[in-house]
């Protein structure tokens, strides 16, 4: 079993940055992919940005659209943590991040989720 636990959220003005945390826990080693999700109101869960890869040397990362060029996603393996720094932020970045764990970066691939953090951005 894996546990996931979200820090970081909270209220930014358009243009700010925040850092996202996820601390894992449990029988994480072996899963390869990690990575941060977002559902905003109305809408489906998306994928932000994933790692997949079980060790620094072998890691891919994946990035939404949205997310390129402003989102950088990291993974700790020996603090089993992942994380994603967010810059220049826009309101439509507004939205409940989850912090996902499984097989495969895709939805469909997370076995494990975190409970949610806000995170509003004010224009």
């Known amino acids: 079993q894996v546990q996931l636990v979200e820090s970081g959220g909270g209220l930014v003005q358009a243009g700010g940055s925040l850092t996202l945390s996820c601390a894992a826990s449990?029988?994480?080693?072996?899963?390869?992919?990690m990575g941060w999700y977002r559902q905003a109101p109305g809408k489906q869960r998306e994928l932000v940005a994933a790692i997949n890869g079980v060790s620094n040397t072998d890691q891919v990362t994946t990035y939404a659209p949205s997310a390129k060029g402003r989102f950088t996603v990291s993974r700790d393996y020996a603090q089993n943590t992942v994380y994603l720094q967010m810059n220049s932020l826009k309101p439509e970045d507004t939205a409940v991040y989850y912090c996902?764990?499984?097989?495969?970066?895709?939805?469909?691939?997370?076995?494990?989720w975190g409970k949610g953090i806000l995170v509003t951005v004010s224009s």
């Open positions: 996902g764990a499984g097989a495969d970066v895709g939805l469909r691939g997370m076995d494990y």
């Open positions: 449990g029988n994480i080693d072996s899963i390869p992919a």
